[in-house]
Every structure is written in structure tokens, then in C-alpha cells.
Nanobody, 115 residues
Framework: QVQLVESGGGLVQPGGSLRLSCVVSGSIFSRNIMGWYRQIPGKQRELVALITSSGGITDGGSGEGRFTVSRDNAKNTVFLQIDSLKPEDTADYYC?????????WGQGTQVTVSS
């Protein structure tokens, strides 16, 4: 059984930074994909970035170069560094992993960017 637990969200002023973390536990195989999606209020969920176990990255383009995804394989953790936050980044950010073709989602962590 796989579980994803996100942390690091919160209220941040424009121009600030956040580092989101997601710890994946359970039946995890060495080959997997982890990453982040987000859902802006009133819009469809969209890809932020994915990263493979070997470090390959798929960038959804939403962050305009301000988002950096990384992972710590030893700790089964994926990170999302968000810099120069804008009000438009306000959303629920969801951790995602795909293990042997089966996808799993976290509960989401809210990021609110406001002055």
C-alpha cells in the first residue's frame, strides 16, 4: 500500500519562496516517477513537473522556470522548490507517483500567494 504525504505549503507574500516535500511510503519499487501537479481554483489540474528515479525531468511549463523538482531516492522523497512566487501560483499542489504503471496521489497542500 502506497501513501504520499505532502508538506511545506502555506501563505507566502509575492516574491517569496517555498519548498514543498512529499514522502512516499509503502510498496515502492526502485523504478518510479514522482512529481507534482497543481489545481488553480476554477481550473483543471495541470502538470507542474515529473522526475524519474534516474533524474529525468518532464517540465509542464507552468512555472516559467521558477519551479525546480528534485528527489531523494534514499528517503523516497520528492521536492518542489518554488521561487519568485506570484499570486497566480495560488493553488492546491498535489504530489504524484507512478509505480509499475499504477498512479497514486497525495491529499494536496495549499499554496496561497498574497500580500
Amino acid at each position: 500500500q502506497v501513501q504520499l504525504v505532502e508538506s511545506g505549503g502555506g501563505l507566502v507574500q509575492p516574491g517569496g519562496s517555498l519548498r514543498l516535500s512529499c514522502v512516499v511510503s509503502g510498496s515502492i519499487f526502485s523504478r518510479n516517477i514522482m512529481g507534482w501537479y497543481r489545481q488553480i481554483p476554477g481550473k483543471q489540474r495541470e502538470l507542474v513537473a515529473l522526475i524519474t528515479s534516474s533524474g529525468g525531468i518532464t517540465d509542464g511549463g507552468s512555472g516559467e522556470g521558477r519551479f525546480t523538482v528534485s528527489r531523494d531516492n534514499a528517503k523516497n522523497t520528492v521536492f518542489l522548490q518554488i521561487d519568485s512566487l506570484k499570486p497566480e501560483d495560488t493553488a492546491d499542489y498535489y504530489c504524484y507517483t507512478n509505480i509499475n504503471g499504477l498512479g497514486y496521489w497525495g491529499q494536496g497542500t495549499q499554496v496561497t500567494v498574497s500580500s
